[in-house]
């Protein structure tokens, strides 16, 4: 990872605005059009949960801002962002996975296969290996909602979080909202813009 110069940075004055504030964090709620993502799960016998978190993730690291961190008051790019999502075990209890990524579907689907693995046998919340080189990730599909918040430890944390509803249809599309927070002082709404933008880019693809 490389350390942002916020002197020169453009973003230092908005930077140090949403930074000193207790509540820093925006949230968004969007749908995203699933229905190719979700034939494709079907066609090759994939995980639709694998099938679009490697599209989100795809998108995330094509985005410089949700690459950034802060860690002691200073600003942070990572080189490669990893998911942290939570898995469900049998007793519908959950531990936190941390997943790397790979732009190769089948090594990130094997990576995601281990940590349920590993979550299933065991009763510890949190991974061995963590960091904050990565989203945290939940996927709801027990309900569709059009807005949600994310717990908040009275820590500040410069980690976006992602939440993924059940899916709908409305009319030919099947769709499923995706709640998105960040923290205003690395992200503005032009940067969410661009993920969601490369994101649905990724799920359209057959």
Known sequence: ?????????????????????????????????VTEAYKKSKNTKR???????????????????????????????????????????????????????????????????SEKHRINESTELYPPVNGLDCIHCSALPWFSFTSQKEPFSGTKDSVP????????????????????SVSHALVDGYHVGLFVEKFQENLNRP
């Not at 002197?7 to 925006?26: G, I, M, T, V």
């Not at 989100?56 to 490669?80: G, H, L, P, T």
């Not at 990893?82 to 790979?102: E, H, M, P």
Request: hydrophobic share 40%.
């Open 161 to 180: 979080k992602f939440a993924y509803s059940k899916t709908y249809k409305k009319g030919d599309q099947l769709l499923m909202n995706v709640g998105i």
């Open 47 to 113: 995980s639709f949960f694998a099938i679009y978190l490697h599209e989100c993730m795809k998108a995330i690291n094509s985005v410089q801002n949700f690459k950034y961190r802060i860690i002691d008051n200073e600003v942070f790019e990572y080189d490669v962002i990893n998911a942290s999502a939570t898995f469900l075990r049998v007793d519908n209890t959950f531990g936190f996975s941390f997943i790397n990524f790979s732009e190769n579907f089948e090594e990130f689907n094997a990576n995601i296969e």
């Open 1 to 33: 990872m490389k350390k942002i110069d916020l002197d020169s940075w453009n973003r230092k004055h908005h930077f140090n605005h949403f930074n000193a504030l207790a509540d820093p964090y925006f949230a968004v709620t969007i749908p995203f059009d």
